[in-house]
């Protein structure tokens, strides 16, 4: 019997070797083999695959998968073949033989899967050989990439609601980690917005054990982690590409077969990792989060995490690459407070619009909700997704529940402080409120006289880090990158603040933090490093703008002076190292925009005397002309001097009567004449 009458049961045991579906595929694939519209967001290692593959066997024609990486095409490929299944992929890392297959299979009507990279579809010839190709469904891998809202987006994605539109087929979306925005712009995107049948699978992997844990010496965290699985694949993910090859490093030196994986790499020598990492048990990658995506191995027996991932979903993707076989697998993730500081200045850097760096703090501040859980991880993981579920039994705080307290008075004190402070603060400020901090700052502001002032000395400096920590992750504070990051309260602080409903905090993640410990070395200090961040993001954007690179506009100590001094007025900014009057006259409106949230306006003669001593002087003689524009009693004609020439009369030297007189000619000299010399003798 021709597979495309086979019955899929048959098909699966046949082909794939199984005796039955896992929960949820049989519906799903029932549904894309009928021709169905289909989005399906399972979990990875879920099983999304056969849901396109199968029906593909029990359709006629071909199916297109688009899918974004070209070593999972590969991978899959590789396995159908090995299955017996006609399939091929059209990918930049073919060889010639490879390709001239494909087009053999597809001119002759064999081929059954063609897998292609969504930058295929910017070539119009792409879109005509499908339309002769006989495609009679587009399956979609990763679909999340069509969305701004999705953490790794990638254009070329939107294209394919025009190739569905224009081959008049079926499309089936699949994804593993979709919220409610993600699911929205994939259904607008792929579907013109038409509802297909949505199909939303468990996210619980039970098999996987939860972890997190703030850093305290990270490298020898990983390695005892790593020291206690020796033997077994896995993965280390770090957050910058110098951070793999070090802790690779450190990994064979502990004995352990160990390789590092980044962007930065030739692509000969990536492919070459992940074929190692496919083939060779036990091989632990230390990697970027460029590794994973393509890697379809079902033995990882354990991630780790040497920093904090950017989101929810990109935490649950990437731990969702172990265990992918069922069996017990293990994660840890590491946390700290440079982490998320690095993480809002990514976001608060970034070129997107308000509204998504918005939700980008949202999906951060539950991961941080996560990493500082009261109870069972787990079932706070699934509550974001929107599912519930019992205690899980495997997570470390199940394992070993945290001690916790009454922080109601601590968050209340941190509440007040914010509040009595207008909400325009960060947490490095409002902690030198609590503790009584006398800083030039809060005596400058006069936040030394507030009632909160000096209130929180039964706690150190770290402990009420980690209060605001623990405060952001459960959402009561955000910090607001309109205001450079300043903490803002959330309305589920309000009841607490007012006294209606307390709030219980980790004992131990306070407790550990009255250890003192050598703080991280920054740019600028923590109240200042939000700001930092704007400015970076507007020297990003007018660089780009001029396709100039970044340090050509101002360099980073400017930058940094600019953050520290907070100059409000151009004159202030012509001060600031590096801002020449060149650069004042083109980018210092606008960097100053950023540090006052307004623009002041200037005339451009005024302009090139900021910062300058006859600046000053040319506002004194500007005030004093308004004054005598209709002479001293106010009723003759209206008379005044041009911005240049009172620059000029700016740059004089005091006591020279007969030189302004020549400069300013007989009417204006006998107006102004006397005010300006009074004006220049006060200035010398």
Not at 276 to 301: C, H, S
Not at 470 to 492: F, K, N, S, Y
Not at 561 to 585: F, H, Y
Request: hydrophobic share 40%.
């Amino acid at each position: 019997m021709p597979r495309d009458h086979m019955p899929g049961e048959a098909l699966l045991k046949e082909v794939f070797g199984f005796d039955a579906f896992r929960p949820g595929q049989g519906e799903i694939v029932e549904a894309v083999a009928r021709g169905q519209n289909v989005l399906a967001i399972m979990p990875t290692g879920g099983g999304k695959s056969l849901c396109y593959q199968l029906p593909a066997l029990m359709r006629g024609g071909v199916t297109v998968v688009i899918s974004p990486l070209i070593a999972l095409m590969r991978d899959q490929v590789r396995g159908l073949r090995e299955a017996g299944v006609a399939a091929g992929a059209l990918t930049s890392g073919n060889t010639q033989e490879e390709t001239d297959a494909v087009w053999d299979m597809l001119s002759e009507g064999t081929l059954k899967l063609l897998y292609l990279a969504p930058e295929r579809l910017a070539s119009g010839g792409a879109q005509r050989m499908l339309a002769q190709a006989g495609v009679s469904l587009i399956a979609v891998d990763e679909a999340h990439c069509v969305s701004q809202w999705g953490h790794d987006f990638r254009p070329d994605y939107l294209r394919i609601g025009e190739l569905r539109r224009a081959l008049g087929v079926p499309l089936a979306a699949f994804t593993a980690t979709a919220d409610q925005e993600t699911q929205g712009e994939i259904v607008q995107r792929l579907f013109d917005g038409e509802a297909p049948q949505t199909f939303l699978r468990g996210f619980d992997r039970p098999n996987i054990h939860l972890a997190f844990m703030p850093k305290d010496g990270p490298r020898a965290q990983i390695l005892r982690f790593a020291a206690a699985r020796k033997g077994r694949s896995g993965i280390v993910y770090c957050g910058t590409r110098a951070k793999t090859e070090s802790l690779a490093q450190a990994l064979r030196e502990d004995g352990h077969s160990a390789c590092y994986y980044h962007g930065g790499m030739e692509a000969e020598d990536r492919r070459r990792v992940e074929e190692r990492f496919a083939t060779e048990d036990g091989l632990i990658v230390v990697a970027t989060v460029a590794f994973g995506m393509g890697v379809d191995k079902p033995d990882i027996r354990w991630v780790a995490h040497a920093d904090l991932p950017k989101s929810i979903e990109a935490y649950y993707q990437e731990i969702g690459r172990a265990g992918r076989d069922g069996a017990p697998a293990e994660t840890l993730t590491l946390y700290g407070a440079d982490d998320i500081r690095l993480r809002r200045a990514q976001i608060d850097e970034g070129m997107a619009p308000p509204e998504r760096r918005v939700a980008d703090h949202g999906r951060l501040n539950a991961l941080l909700g996560l990493a500082e859980a009261l109870g069972c991880r787990r079932q706070q993981l699934l509550r974001y997704f929107g599912e519930s579920s019992e205690p899980c039994g495997n997570c470390d705080l199940c394992d070993k529940p945290p001690e916790v307290f009454d922080g109601t008075e601590a968050v209340r004190k941190a509440l007040s402080a914010a509040l009595r402070t207008g909400e325009n603060f960060g947490a490095g400020h409002l902690i030198d409120i609590l503790l009584g901090n006398e800083t030039d700052k809060v005596r400058q502001r006069r936040h030394d006289q507030l009632p909160t002032f000096g209130v929180g000395r039964d706690l150190k400096k770290g402990q009420w880090q980690a209060v605001f920590r623990q405060m952001m992750g459960r959402d009561l504070v955000r910090p607001d990158p309109e205001r450079h990051g300043a903490l803002v309260m959330t309305d589920d602080a309000l009841p607490i603040l007012r006294g209606e409903e307390s709030i219980q905090l980790r004992r131990d993640v306070i407790d550990r933090a009255a250890e003192r410990r050598p703080q991280v070395k920054t740019l600028v200090s923590e109240e200042d490093a939000p700001l930092l961040s704007a400015l970076k993001a507007k020297r990003r954007a007018l660089a780009e703008a001029a396709s100039l690179p970044a340090y050509m506009i101002f360099p980073d100590r400017t930058l940094i002076e600019m953050a520290e001094a907070r100059p409000a007025t151009l004159d202030d900014m012509a001060r600031i190292n590096g801002v020449g009057a060149k650069k004042l006259e083109r980018y210092g409106a606008e960097f100053l925009s950023v540090i006052t949230g307004d623009t002041e306006e200037m005339h451009p003669t005024r302009r090139r005397l900021a910062g300058s001593e006859a600046g000053s002087v040319y506002d004194a003689l500007m005030a004093a002309q308004a004054d005598l524009a209709r002479g001293a009693d106010g009723t003759e004609k209206p008379l005044s001097c041009s911005a240049s020439l009172l620059a000029k009369v700016a740059q004089m030297p005091a006591g020279r009567p007969d030189e302004m007189a020549r400069l300013l000619g007989e009417r204006r000299f006998e107006r102004f004449g006397p005010a300006f010399l009074d004006v220049l003798n006060e200035a010398h």
